[in-house]
């Protein structure tokens, strides 16, 4: 194979191989629409390009130049690089799907629709899109249990219910809580000098104690010692020795020795800061995207920039997000 993609494999996987540090030195390489679909092929078949085919796999594939896909002489099923990912069916090249990638990723505080469509001269609409597409990449897929000290807190996301008309009344229906919030869980690893800590975070349909201490079993491992604030719900998580609960009552301190949730609701400020100041308003059934958005940078964040974007470029294969399931008419 003589594909210039396909060379640059080598250059790509190699071990030595280094990432741009900042966005200047990234548009040189992933503004360009064949550097950009090579990277891409590089790093979703390191070992060589084979058919994504369920039930096939075969490596027996020829390149088609003048149309950028593969034929694969097993199957004889014709695919492209996009196919079974997050880019599938989209008309837009890798260059300005790589460049919203690495835009998002490395904003601590967001990046609007409006400002990536001005960016890559976009629509609003289809940058809104790309924006979606993208946070469900960065979903972390890993089932690992947070081990102690764990940090467990609730929060409350969105508009005032009363305010809103009756049709997005009807839309937003159960989801909205009776404070006229969505009801948010974070449980957060405490950090050591060994590691960085990973944070959880997620809608819940309520804030009531089976629901929040359904949560920390399946996130938590038994025995650890789990930090709460003196909420009703969490009460009964030491029963049977289940967890060493240590409770902080905010209506008294904040802080008591090492007995605290400080750790949860700094991460709780950066996300409600993301959503007030740069999304504004998102939709309830949009929440958890942009929540696990923000999961992703926290659980990132002692990578640089450019170690960061190729993370949510390899996760990007094997998710699909089509237009009519975002917008619920799937």
């Given at each position: ?46 070992s060589g390009v084979a058919c994504p085919r369920h039930g096939c796999g075969s490596a027996n594939v020829h390149f088609i130049a003048t149309r950028k896909t593969w034929r694969c002489n097993d199957c004889k099923r014709q695919f492209s690089a996009k196919v079974g990912t997050i880019f599938e069916e989209s008309p837009l090249g890798y260059d300005k799907w ?233």
């Amino acid at each position: 194979m003589t594909h210039s993609g396909l060379l640059l494999q080598n250059k790509y996987t190699a071990h030595k191989v280094t990432y741009p540090r900042t966005l200047a030195e990234a548009i040189p390489t992933y503004g360009d629409p064949e550097k950009a679909h090579a990277f891409v092929v590089a790093l979703r078949w390191p070992s060589g390009v084979a058919c994504p085919r369920h039930g096939c796999g075969s490596a027996n594939v020829h390149f088609i130049a003048t149309r950028k896909t593969w034929r694969c002489n097993d199957c004889k099923r014709q695919f492209s690089a996009k196919v079974g990912t997050i880019f599938e069916e989209s008309p837009l090249g890798y260059d300005k799907w790589l460049l919203a990638i690495w835009l998002i990723t490395n904003a601590k505080n967001g990046i609007s629709s409006c400002e990536i469509a001005r960016s890559l001269n976009v629509t609003q609409k289809t940058a809104w899109f790309m924006l979606h597409r993208i946070r469900a990449a960065m979903k972390s897929g890993t089932f690992e249990k947070l081990a102690g000290p764990v940090e467990a807190d609730e929060t409350f996301v969105g508009g005032i219910f009363k305010s809103m008309n009756n049709k997005r009344k009807a839309r937003v229906g159960r989801a909205w809580s009776e404070r006229g919030k969505v009801a948010v869980m974070g449980i957060v690893q405490r950090s050591t000098e060994d590691h960085k800590g990973k944070v959880r975070a997620f809608v819940v349909p309520f804030i009531e104690g089976g629901v929040l201490k359904g949560a920390i079993r399946k996130h938590v491992m038994a025995g650890a010692e789990v930090h709460t604030d003196g909420w009703k719900g969490y009460k009964g998580l030491d029963s049977d020795e289940a967890y060493i609960h240590h409770v902080i009552d905010h209506a008294y301190e904040y802080v008591r020795g090492n007995v605290h949730t400080n750790s949860i609701e700094s991460f709780f400020s950066v996300l409600k800061r993301t959503i007030k100041g740069t999304y504004i308003a998102p939709r309830p059934q949009h929440l958890q995207r942009y929540i696990e958005e923000q999961v992703h940078r926290f659980n990132e964040r002692e990578k640089t920039d450019g170690e960061r974007f190729p993370v949510v470029v390899k996760q990007a294969d094997g998710v699909r997000l089509t237009y009519k399931k975002l917008t619920g008419k799937d």
